[in-house]
């Protein structure tokens, strides 16, 4: 009996020490939080200073790792246009690159003899300059989806750079380009 009655023991013991060291880390984790409120409340103005700097430094930066990753900063060393683009343009659209990067409602699109229109809304055009890519090295491909068509242009012949978007505005891209349109493969 006497066994039984020392593992109980040990057993609470365990256990305050257990609840011992979750409330020390619970009470430094408070005290941090309550050192940062006491100093927003004591110094509001370096909160209101700080924190715009804060918000806009953390939109450029997702706004450069989305360009890297999905492969617009790749194509603006190539691709990068500087002049007015004169053709059929489609605003607020949305397309999808490489890696998953979305570009949902935001992209400007469109054709004209030269090549194929790309530009980003103004708020996301950090690191995503206008692009005007040529019909010569762009490959068009569509694949049906679970639920829609896609049209999956690849850009640039070394750089192989995906831009998918949906076959309804595909079309209209393409019924725009006329004979400029590139082969479509299989």
Same mark, same amino acid.
């Given at each position: 009996?006497?066994?039984?009655?020392?593992?109980?023991?040990?057993?609470?013991?365990?256990?305050?020490?257990?609840?011992?060291?979750?409330?020390?880390?619970?009470?430094?984790?408070?005290?941090?939080?309550?050192?940062?409120?006491?100093?927003?409340?004591?110094?509001?103005?370096?909160?209101?200073?700080?924190?715009?700097?804060?918000?806009?430094?953390? $939109?450029?930066?997702?706004?450069?790792?989305?360009?890297?990753?999905?492969? $617009?900063?790749?194509?603006?060393?190539?691709?990068?246009?500087?002049?007015?683009?004169?053709?059929?343009? $489609?605003?607020?659209?949305?397309?999808?690159?490489?890696? %998953?990067?979305?570009?949902?409602?935001? %992209?400007?699109?469109?054709?004209?003899?030269?090549? %194929?229109?790309?530009?980003?809304?103004?708020?996301?055009?950090?690191?995503?300059?206008?692009?005007?890519?040529? $019909?010569?090295?762009?490959?068009?491909?569509?694949?049906?989806?679970?639920?829609?068509?896609?049209?999956?242009?690849?850009?640039?012949?070394?750089?192989?750079?995906?831009?998918?978007?949906?076959?309804?505005?595909?079309?209209? %891209?393409?019924?725009?380009?006329?004979?400029?349109?590139?082969?479509?493969?299989?």
């Amino acid at each position: 009996m006497g066994d039984g009655i020392d593992a109980l023991l040990q057993t609470e013991c365990h256990r305050k020490a257990a609840d011992y060291s979750f409330a020390n880390t619970s009470y430094s984790t408070r005290l941090t939080s309550m050192n940062l409120q006491r100093l927003i409340d004591q110094h509001p103005s370096v909160f209101v200073a700080i924190f715009p700097i804060y918000f806009f430094t953390l $939109w450029l930066l997702v706004g450069a790792i989305i360009s890297v990753i999905g492969g $617009w900063f790749s194509l603006a060393k190539v691709y990068r246009t500087r002049v007015e683009f004169n053709g059929a343009k $489609w605003r607020m659209q949305s397309g999808q690159m490489r890696c %998953l990067a979305n570009y949902n409602n935001v %992209l400007t699109i469109g054709v004209s003899q030269q090549g %194929l229109y790309l530009a980003s809304m103004f708020l996301f055009r950090f690191m995503h300059p206008p692009l005007l890519v040529p $019909w010569s090295e762009i490959k068009v491909r569509r694949k049906k989806g679970w639920v829609f068509e896609y049209v999956t242009f690849t850009m640039g012949h070394e750089l192989a750079i995906p831009l998918r978007i949906r076959g309804t505005l595909g079309a209209k %891209l393409r019924e725009s380009a006329g004979n400029c349109w590139p082969v479509e493969e299989t």
